[in-house]
């Protein structure tokens, strides 16, 4: 039981933040480093807290946690905003997602020899800030906030630290990125409006349309703004090409955060916002997501992948197509798809970040992406080809690895709502042992190409040191205390979802 | 009219609630007698004097000493003393005190004298503050007049310069006509309102109350429509909505660094001010008022972004810009018109984009050199590598402008946005949504321009650009609050927020 | 019990986990953790069989909604057996690779892929319901990968591996699809449960199916096996022969209650065919592991027919009696051959070892001397699985004739032919690589090698021998014997007949045929037949032209699509027209005093116009 | 007879106001400009007086007092830019007057 005498949540946002407060007020080099080991540990810390002790809280409203912080807009006329922050089942798994993801970034980010690193590492820990934000936050508005606030850096750091495509790449990523926020921060403005809440908490949000469900038109209008608006941000095909260009452009650290983490957001906004309190909108939509996911997502996209020549464009590619099983099991619209999804989510966090990570230590030691102009990498590196290989057997949802348990109980879920697209979903399983052993071939196995042969002629290639193989531990660490113990995040979860889903789902009557 | 009566009337002259604006007008008459007493080595300690002055003031406001007023009216009905009024004249003092912070700055570098800026700027501040709780279209003329005039001066201010002069004479003339077509319409509200033929005709048509009455009671008249889409012709000119926007660029490009800021956001607050009181008053032609503003939103949100969205000029930028952002704040007028807790989301979004606004011109004044005209977004390449500082406060207020949380443009949009749903303006919110994504463009160019490109540029020629202003402490410290404020009032709206909330 | 399965089942996997965390390095060390882990589940394996009892457990792993996927334990005669062969197999292999894999860089590596192995095949073993079968179906797969990979310098190699892999899944692709419907469709998928109660439906039947022609390489996913020899000879017996893909027969086993006849039908004939093809192919290969590998292709078909073959009605004092022959049949064929092709297996590698690494048969010769024990053992092999009378093989293959002349006439047939066969290739293999004179360099200087190399031959060369008198187990199999058809009377003469006929006819042509020499005689004598054979039947061509021309195609052409059309017609145009109307809107400043004035006008009217209502 | 005579009073503002108007527009010398923009506002006064002498109120006589004076300071800062902009420009032209645009 804990009995912490500070409140977890806040300072999980608070020292990420404090920390880049610093390093931007001009602490020195040396300091700031220092200092931002412990703004990347303390989240981690706080949600690996939150996770253990996540039973043994009382809870509020299906909130462990909860406390309220006043912004001045709360009071008794006002529009009901408010920093409340407090963790359910869906949102822990995040929480704690996204303090693994964050502390593995930041401590990659510190080993690597960027350029500016201490504003690379600002940008980082407010982006870290932003992310615990966002699945620790009870209130709508801030929940879309911190997502902004975890936004704002992944452009600077696409912008400054990107590839050769970085400018291009930045400004597809903003724009297309504000145009799905601003879809569905005007969804969940009309949220509220048509809900006559009092206030953006989304407890209250719960508890007033459980008592008064929305119109059906206005639930399918609602639905549609959060559907497309979060879809363009999970990538939903096809408002994804942001996605591989960004990736492809981004600095490790941003994409591993992004990819892992923050892209999540739209998609818990569908399970923890729109699915609950809109069951009329996301049965009317389904169909039209479900097919958009299993066909364009899943298929297309994943043939794509295939095509791919460059590795971090098939890792950006597969991180598109995974979205489609997530997408996939938030049209079933139950439990156990929303549940499976969490666990995608999760799981896909973790892995896609660990796949960036070895992307990036691979580039390092080949001096190129292009898939063509490797070969043999596993001679010279055998631990940096067993991590690889690890973290790509995990995407493809191999057992074992916490991808799996997501995959599997979406497709479980996906049979009792189409088996046609359960059918093309499945296919993926194949599909992404296509393109992920293909990739992990080229890379590390048979003899090495004559190009790569110049590179490691040139400079000897190493194995992973100490200080990138830690965060790569902690990524395939925590996929594999997941793949063998997914209990530990789905009790909390299957509770969680059936209190939000029953309600609504009795109405809908499915 | 006998002197008793007219005692009677001035019973009513209550200097007290005028206080501030009195003040600000003899700190300005000090000013000039200060320069003609003070020896000519003194004269640059005059800025700091009218500062001080304002912010003397300001704290005076914040402090609540006129207060006790809040709910009345003086002088006979020319003047109301509201709630948002109190609000109003802290926005302007501080507008008004942050014009001078950064007129020092480009002061600095013409060889032109001081005094007369601030004096006229003093003057000015007054008359705006004397302008939104004007009750009376005398008064409502005199102190918009005044303002117009005062601005005239201060666009051409920077008198040696071709471009400054053709922005002041445009805006004169621009201004003078849009005056103009105001005076004519109130001529004629004044005329119709007066007609004793009518059912509900007033003695007093040029009180707005009054003249509200009247229209309530007739609200279908002809010569009172034509008056209405005068006056808003005139008032649209000020807030620069479309279609009276097109003269926004070339002025703010020609005018000198610290009066585009004052147009930019004390001109148009004033604008939208007098819009909103009018909007109050002319509530019975909503048949009218609500399509016309409508269309007038969507125009001048589109055209904004869009005339903005290739602009390399960043005077011209924020100008435009400027007026995507009086789009958005029509919205919220438009949507005041049923919702009234848009008006609150007007005063909140003006008060976010007061001190974004002038985190950005306070950064360009610094970026800019002599020739002030001349000020382009290549001129910011490597702020991020030079001065960090100034890139942060750079970004964060065109972060804010843009709308990007946790900065309190976010929270401005995210009010106006609410007003809007609720008052079903989902046609409006739609072309928003357009604004802000092509916004974010220009916006991002901009910050593209200062954090992510080097300060060679790739020819090599890294003379083109002016040499930039060092951050003295002062000025530092003005940015660094504005900045900080920026964010604060994203996350925590507060006392603001509070009066927001009981509105 | 329950205690000794999960020990049974974690064991492995902490060897697995200690290797790979701490004796990457330590190759010697992993070696002896590995083989000492194979050596406890053998030991324990032994004890849970004959002293264990047998029953099942499990517990909740996972619950969302009305979803609870659960792990447990089921632990009958039929798991008991397999597991025994698991253990006795891999322990065999394990020692052997002690010797084989000695001078290998990556030991460490090899050694965990083992014991990976290990894991995931006794947890298919022990699974007691299908999502768990799934689970460590998907692992055994892994573990194949790791170990055919094993020498991932060579593009063989790795080709190979990922052909495996991707070949599995795509019979995954139905064996997850199938037991998914069948979840549905059940509400459960316990095995015990599905016994008692579930519905008949071809479709289900036959989408579990899949999963075992992946895994177990029939026609049409046979392409991955024989490539699969890339790996270590160790591996190639152990998991191409002996244990992993016969999983897909132990799988059928598992859920033989849900088979309906059509089903059953069409497994049969899956079952013969590949039987038959893969006969058919091992007889032009000239590797000797490929050989090998087509034969234990050949013999899954076996398996896979005879448990098609279904259920066996016969009347015992005068009552009808259905036993489910066709598991008894099935997995009597597998225990055997899980001894003799692990023998074959590990005496191809002892001779590849000894050769220095030479696989063509035609560069070997004359290692009856040279590797008298090796030989020796190796002629058992053989012997066992051309089914000499009175080897293991003889027995098994037997009641599987007899299960298909009681059933499928045709079938039998072919499954006949298939035995003329697999004693003309197992003969032509067997003379050709020992008798003669030494054909290579290699083969001059071969030599028998050690103790790790040998004792594992000699134990298995017993098993091969004694494997298939049912009566020398204990009596704790029975759940399994009991249902091997037994042929009496004149049908036993008949089967006995077949069977002798069929030996003579296969190995007596092959001794007459071929002579050790350094070519092939079929190749001199029918050019035309050998190539058909040495083709076998394009498939290899047909996938690789699938995947270049028309996978690979339409993945560059989405990809164009994607680049060209989505990312720039579309997105790029878009932004493109929106960039056109900014520089429209900007060349609307045209600087001009007049024109502004203009735009006052034009405002002042057009708000006139709505005053006066004509807007 | 009183109506009609308002009438005239403001039709004729109405017209001087729109010769002012047009006045602005169409003229290119800066000083016409504004003499057409001192006209509207006359015609702003013309109406003020009209009104407030046909409708009995003395608010509009009022105003016109405020409206001389402020059109004077306009006149006065006016010619105060075109001189100074004619030191500089060397024109009145109002065409000549776009270096600012785009």
Redesign the interface.
Known sequence: MSNLPFDPLLLAIAIPLAVAVAIACGLPKRWSIRLAYVGFAAPALMALHTWFYFAGQTQVHGYAYLTNYSTGLDGIDGLGISLKLGLNGISLPLFVLAGLVGLAAGLYAIQSTAERLKIYLMLLLVMQAGLMGVFASVDVVFFYLFHELALIPTFIMIGIWGGRDRSYAAM?VT?YLTAGAMLSLIGLIALYVKSGAPSFDLITLRQIIAARPLGETVQNNIFALLMFGFGILVSLW?LH?WAP?GYGQAPSSAAMLHAGVLKKFGLYGLIQIALPLLPHGAAHWSHTLAALAAVGNVL?VG??????RDLKQVIGYSSVMHMGYAFLGIACY???GA??VVLLMVAHGLSVALLFLLATSIFHRTHTFELTEMG?L??KT??LA?FFVAAT?ASIG???FAN??GE??I???L??YS?CL??IA??G??IS??YG??AA?KV????PTEAFARVAAQHPPSDLNWREKLPALILLAALLFIGFW??SL??P??AT??AVYAAPAAVSGK | MDIASLQTLAANNDWLAIMPELLLGCLALALLALEIILPAKLHSRLPAVALLGVLALLVFQLLGFTAGFVESESFNGLLVHSREGQVMRVFFLLAALLVGVIGTISLAKQKLPHTEFYHILLVVTAAMMLLVQSNHFVMLFVALETVTIGLYILVSYFRSSPLTLEAG??YL??GA??SS?LLFGIVLLYGVAGNPELTGHTASAMNLDSLHAFLAANRHN?LA??G???V??GV??KIAA???Q??V??VYQGAPTPVTAFLAVASKGAGFLVLLVLARTFSPYAW?LA??LTLMAAATLL?GS??????HNVK?LMGLSGVSHAGFLLMGVVAAGTQSMAIGAIYFYLFAYLLASFAVFGVMALVAGPDDADQEISHYAGLAKDSPFLALVLAIGLGSRAGIPPQAGFMGKLFIFIAAFKAGLYGLLTVAIVGVV?SIYYYFSWIRAAVFSSSTLPDGDANARPARTPVSFTTGLVLGLLAFGTVLLGLYQGVLGQWLNTR | MLQHAILILLLPLLSAAVI?LFL?RQGGIAAIVSTFTAASIAAIALILALHGGRGENHVD???????T?SLGVKFDDLAALMLVIVGIVGLCVHVFSLGYMHDDG?KA?YFGGLSIFMFSMIGIVLADNL?MI???W??VG?SS?VLI?HW????S???A??KA??TN??G??GF??GI??C??ANGTVNLTQLGEHHVFSTAIALLLFCGAVGKSAQLPLQVWLPDAMEGPTPVSALIHAATMVAAGIYMLCRIHVLMVPDALTVIMWTGAATALYAACCAIVQSDVKKVLAYSTLSQLGYMVAAFGLGSLVTEENGTKVVIAAGVGAAMFHLTTHAFFKALLFLGSGSVIHGCHHEQNIFKMGGLRTKMPLTFWTFTLGVAAIIGLPGLAGFFSKDAILYLAFANNKAVFAVLAFTAVLTALYMTRVWRITFFGAARSESAAHAHEGGLTLTLPLIVLAVLAVIGGYVGIYPKVFTGVFELIPEAHGADHTTILITSLVVLILGAGSALLFYKPSATDALEERSPGLFRLLASKLWFDEIYQWYLDKV??R???L??FL?QIF??GFI?RGG?GL??L??????????????V?????????V???L???GVL | MIHAGLNAYVLLSALLFAIG?FG???R?NTLV?FMGLELMLVASTLALVAFSRFNGTLDGNVFVFFILTIAAAEVAVGLAIIVALFRSRRTVQ??E??????
């Not at chain 1, 590390?444 to 003899?447: A, I, K, L, R, V």
């Not at chain 2, 869009?306 to 602009?311: F, N, P, R």
């Not at chain 3, 991932?152 to 593009?155: Q, V």
């Not at chain 3, 502004?596 to 002042?604: D, E, I, K, S, T």
């Open positions: 597809k724009i096809p090409t260009l297309i043939f794509i992948t295939m095509a791919q139950s439990v156990l549940g499976g043999g596993a001679q055998p631990v067993a057997f191999l057992p074992g799996f348990w599997l109980t497709f479980v879920a049979w009792q088996h359960t059918i499945i296919s399983v194949v042992a296509v052993l293909r071939a590390f196995f048979g003899p997914p209990k789905s009790t979860l299957d979802l059936h | 004479l445009k003339i621009m006509l849009s077509i002809f429509s034509v209405i889409v005068l808003l012709s649209a000119f479309f279609p009276f097109i003269w660029p070339d009218l399509p016309v055209f869009l005339g903005a969205l290739t602009q011209r092509i | 790979a990457r792993w996972l619950t969302l909604g009305t979803f996927l990556a590596r999502f799934f689970i460590f998907e692992l892994f990968w990979n991932h310098e060579k593009t190699a790795s080709d591996s990922k892999f991707i899944r795509v995954d692709f997850l699809i998914i419907w979840y549905w996978q690979q339409f993945a560059l989405l990809n994607e989505l990312a997105v932004a929106v960039g109307f900014g520089l429209g809107a900007r060349a609307l400043h045209v600087g001009k005093l007049n502004y004035l203009y735009w006052f006008l034009a405002g002042v057009v708000l006139w709505f005053a006066t | 108007f602005v527009l169409l290119k400009i109002v065409d007057l776009n270096a600012l645009k785009h």
